[in-house]
C-alpha cells in the first residue's frame, strides 16, 4: 500500500459510527436471510488460501449502492489483500492490535472511507472465510 493509501485507508480498533447498527430490518437485496443494520449497503468476503485472496460482493440494500461506494469499497479490499498478501502475514498484524481482538483468532477494525464506513473483521483461522469487508450508509438518519 503506498503512503497515499495507508492515510486513506487507516484502520482503527474503536468504531466511532455505532450508530449504523441501532436500527436492523430484512435487507431485500441480501443474500442471506436474517435482519442487517438499514445502513448496510453490502460486504465482501474473502478467504485466502495458496493460490492467493478470493472475493465476492454481497449486496444488502441496493437503494444505498453507489458507483463511488463500489469504486471505494473494491481500493479498500485491494488494499487490504496486497498488504495482507498471506494468512501469516495477517496474523502477525492482528496479534499485533491486541485490543481488536474479540475472539478466537477473530479481529474487528473500522475504517471512515470517503463514501462509506467499513467495518472490517479479520479470521485468522485457515479453511474459513478470513476477511469481511461491510460497508454502511455515512450519516444514516433514522425516523
Not at 479498500?76 to 495482507?84: A, D
Not at 473483521?121 to 450519516?139: A, Q, V
Request: hydrophobic share 30%.
Amino acid at each position: 500500500m503506498s503512503k497515499k493509501e495507508s492515510m486513506l485507508f487507516e484502520l482503527m480498533e474503536t468504531c466511532n459510527f455505532r450508530d449504523v447498527f441501532e436500527h436492523y430490518s430484512e435487507a431485500p437485496d441480501s443474500l442471506q436471510s436474517g435482519k442487517h443494520p438499514d445502513a448496510q449497503i453490502g460486504h465482501i468476503r474473502a478467504y485466502w488460501n495458496e493460490d492467493g485472496w478470493h472475493g465476492n460482493y454481497f449486496p444488502c440494500r441496493g437503494e444505498l449502492w453507489t458507483k463511488a461506494f463500489n469504486r471505494e469499497s473494491q481500493d479498500i479490499y485491494r488494499c487490504l489483500v496486497t498488504q495482507f498478501y498471506n494468512l501469516e502475514i495477517l496474523r502477525e498484524f492482528c496479534k499485533g492490535h491486541p485490543s481488536s481482538h474479540v475472539g478466537e483468532n477473530e479481529y474487528n477494525f473500522f475504517m471512515n472511507g470517503r463514501t462509506a464506513d467499513y467495518w472490517i473483521r479479520f479470521i485468522t483461522r485457515e479453511n474459513d472465510y478470513n476477511l469481511y469487508l461491510k460497508g454502511y450508509k455515512k450519516n444514516c438518519q433514522h425516523t
